[in-house]
């Protein structure tokens, strides 16, 4: 009886752990360089009070089995506009596992990098950032963004459109800044990123073509090379042009795939190394033309 009583006990206090587990595996850095001693002093508990944020914060009614997102944002302060009023440049990031089957082969995939250059916000120390999906804030916003992008496109890269519920609540709060004073830091700019440019592109229906490929290359492509290293690359390659495709179709200058390619082209260019015929290479200078130096490169190897 003892023994089966440790059981349930056990039980339930992993119950209640998983269901409290949050989804975000988060390491923040900071840069304070651009402003003033003084102005340091007030940024000292900026990193741990935003880790804190999106690391214990519940996102998802997901179940993950346990698992956290490896993500990273790194945070460079440009000025600070007034008294606890701060403009900065945020780059985010995000990876997962590499599975053979099952299992994690031990190595990692990028599935976000996005360098986001204009974030304006105030930041009181010692204040407590509080969550609240109902009334706009220009930094816990921010964080909710990109959290919700992270968890979306992570779920797109083991199911067809698994994140839309997650990516939906991105847009969400972007439609929800453009109607504030901080709208012009979060809408569309022609050729350059902004965060409703990229989402709204995600979204929109003429856009599903992309999602499709996305889920192809990771699930059907990545995570196939160590088991059937062609059928893997060849996914692959279906996925990249597919996604060149909807560029062509679509909108040259997407911010959608645009911000793709920057984030994987070191990866495709060495997976690629495995194919048998270096001619590939033209193939993928044709799908990603801004990259060309770096195939070219690995064309040679």
Known sequence: MRRSGIVVVLFIIAWIVNAAAQELNCVVTVSTENVSSGQRDYLRGFKADVEKYLNNNKWTDED?????????????????????????????GSQRPVYVGN????????????????????YVPNQQMIK??????PLTDLLD??????????????NELSGSRYLQKALSICNQANATSYGQDWQSSAGTYSK?????????????????????????????????????????????????????????????????????YLEIADVFLAWPDRGVYDRLITADPAHQGTYDGYRRR
């Open 103 to 122: 299992e994690k082969s031990g190595k990692n995939t990028q599935v976000l990098r996005i360098a986001d250059e204009k974030w304006e916000f105030g």
């Open 196 to 264: 409703f440019g990229f989402i709204d592109e995600l979204m929109n229906m003429k856009y599903q073509q992309f999602r499709l490929a996305f889920y192809s290359y990771h699930f059907e492509g990545i995570d196939l090379l160590d088991t059937e290293q062609q059928k893997g690359l060849d996914n692959i390659l279906k996925a990249l042009e597919s996604i060149a495709e909807l560029r062509q179709k679509q909108n040259p200058r997407s911010i959608l795939v645009r911000t793709f390619f920057d984030s994987k």
């Open 64 to 92: 993950l089995g346990g698992e956290k997102i490896d993500c990273s944002m790194s945070i460079f302060f440009l000025a600070a506009a007034g008294e606890n009023r701060y403009t900065a440049q945020v780059v985010v």
């Open 145 to 158: 963004f990109y959290a919700y992008l992270i968890i979306g496109l992570d779920l797109e890269t083991y």
């Open 132 to 137: 609240d999906e109902f009334r706009f804030d």
